[in-house]
């Protein structure tokens, strides 16, 4: 069993080692509030110097995260190595973990590169409305992982850039203008061509649908009930969506006005008697 004497011989090799490592302590949380607040200040520097400058949106973002996450890890060094971890420990001990961390990380080195490739190739912008791995949305921001995106209910979908880079991706925003296709069933006794005739006078009257290339009207299927009509113009991408929810709603007040039927699901329920 351990005696007075022993206790006291432990206690005071303790205070030792705490008064022999406390400069150091002090001097690398020192380093660490000191150091933080400059990355922080770094990383403004770097926002105002993309801000003056005219830039890629896309470009400013990667960049920014870039920066930041190296400027944190080389604070984070600089800490450890004042704490008494030698450099060539140090590196030994990275050298050591790197092969671990590259098979641990491989999904955040495959995003980088895709994030790299993003940039290089720019299959899109920031600003950008974009179709891709089952996500609609705005592109918001592009970082050195991930890609962001504001989808039409305002939620923040956020994509891997290595799955992003690798699969099917549809800009919307690639061409300035698009061409939307509308499909209309009239039933088998409506006159087909007052029904185009409308729906090309409902193309003239919108603003935002261009007159070249002019719209037009074809008889795509005579289904079972109905006689399937289908409408294709072209508007220009801020105008689209207004254009098409605006022919879709004068289509049914124009064609109910004229007598044309629009053909919709019934069932006949007969009852003997």
Same mark, same amino acid.
């Given at each position: 069993?351990?005696?007075?004497?022993?206790?006291?011989?432990? !206690?005071?090799?303790?205070?030792?080692?705490?008064?022999?490592? =406390?400069?150091?302590?002090?001097?690398?949380?020192?380093?660490?509030?000191?150091?933080?607040?400059?990355?922080? @200040?770094?990383?403004?520097?770097?926002?105002? +110097?993309?801000?003056?400058? %005219?830039?890629?949106?896309?470009?400013?973002? +990667?960049?920014?995260?870039?920066?930041?996450?190296?400027?944190?890890?080389?604070?984070?060094?600089?800490?450890?190595?004042?704490?008494?971890?030698?450099? *060539?420990?140090?590196?030994?001990?990275?050298?050591?973990?790197? =092969?671990?961390?590259?098979?641990?990380?491989?999904?955040?080195?495959?995003? @980088?590169?895709?994030?790299?490739?993003?940039?290089? @190739?720019?299959? +899109?912008?920031?600003?950008? &409305?974009?179709?891709?791995?089952?996500?609609?949305?705005?592109?918001?921001?592009?970082?050195?992982?991930?890609?962001? =995106? #504001?989808?039409?209910?305002?939620? =923040?979908?956020?994509?891997?850039?290595?799955?992003?880079? #690798?699969?099917?991706?549809?800009?919307?925003?690639?061409?300035?203008?698009?061409? %939307?296709?509308?499909?209309?069933?009239?039933?088998?006794?409506?006159?087909?061509?007052?029904?185009?005739?409308?729906?090309?006078?409902?193309?003239? %009257?919108?603003?935002?649908?261009?007159?070249?290339?002019?719209?037009?009207?074809?008889?795509?299927? !005579?289904?079972?009930? *109905?006689?399937?009509?289908? !409408?294709? &113009?072209?508007?220009? #991408? /801020?105008?689209?969506?207004?254009?098409?929810?605006?022919?879709? /709603?004068?289509?049914?007040?124009?064609? %109910?006005?004229?007598?044309? /039927?629009?053909? &919709?699901?019934?069932?006949?329920?007969?009852?003997?008697?």
């Amino acid at each position: 069993m351990a005696s007075f004497s022993d206790y006291q011989e432990y !206690l005071d090799q303790g205070v030792d080692w705490v008064m022999e490592i =406390l400069p150091n302590l002090i001097t690398a949380t020192i380093i660490l509030i000191v150091g933080w607040w400059i990355v922080k @200040f770094i990383n403004r520097l770097v926002h105002k +110097f993309f801000q003056k400058k %005219d830039y890629d949106l896309a470009l400013e973002s +990667f960049l920014q995260s870039f920066i930041s996450i190296a400027l944190k890890l080389l604070l984070f060094v600089l800490v450890i190595t004042q704490l008494g971890v030698k450099s *060539s420990s140090l590196v030994a001990l990275v050298g050591a973990a790197g =092969l671990a961390v590259g098979l641990a990380l491989q999904g955040s080195l495959a995003n @980088f590169a895709g994030g790299v490739l993003i940039l290089i @190739f720019k299959p +899109f912008k920031v600003g950008d &409305f974009i179709s891709a791995q089952g996500v609609d949305g705005t592109v918001k921001e592009i970082t050195i992982f991930t890609t962001k =995106l #504001n989808t039409f209910g305002n939620q =923040l979908a956020i994509l891997p850039n290595g799955q992003l880079s #690798n699969n099917n991706i549809i800009n919307y925003n690639a061409e300035d203008t698009r061409r %939307d296709k509308i499909d209309i069933g009239i039933g088998y006794s409506s006159n087909i061509k007052k029904a185009k005739d409308i729906l090309l006078e409902i193309c003239a %009257d919108q603003a935002g649908i261009l007159k070249d290339p002019a719209p037009a009207v074809y008889v795509g299927e !005579l289904a079972d009930s *109905s006689v399937n009509l289908t !409408l294709r &113009f072209w508007a220009k #991408n /801020e105008d689209f969506w207004e254009a098409h929810f605006k022919v879709i /709603e004068e289509t049914k007040l124009r064609f %109910d006005k004229a007598g044309i /039927e629009i053909p &919709f699901p019934q069932i006949d329920v007969h009852q003997k008697a």
